[in-house]
């Protein structure tokens, strides 16, 4: 196993974690009830990253 396996579970909880606060952050907090389009476009990016991480292991 390689350090990216671990940084794909570390980006996997940090999704999860996320989806069940219902907040994220990129730059500034982004409220998945204030900012819906932003919300899920940011955990898009993050569960992609996290998805790539397990192909490169």
């Known amino acids: 196993m390689t350090i990216w396996?671990?940084?794909g579970i570390a980006l996997?909880?940090?999704v999860l974690y996320d989806l069940l606060m219902g907040y994220t952050y990129l730059w500034e907090p982004i409220v998945r009830a204030e900012n819906p389009w932003?919300?899920?476009?940011?955990?898009?990016i993050w569960s992609i990253a996290a998805i790539s991480c397990f192909m490169v292991a």
């Open 5 to 7: 396996f671990y940084a």
């Open 12 to 14: 996997t909880l940090w």
């Open 38 to 44: 932003g919300y899920w476009g940011t955990l898009s």
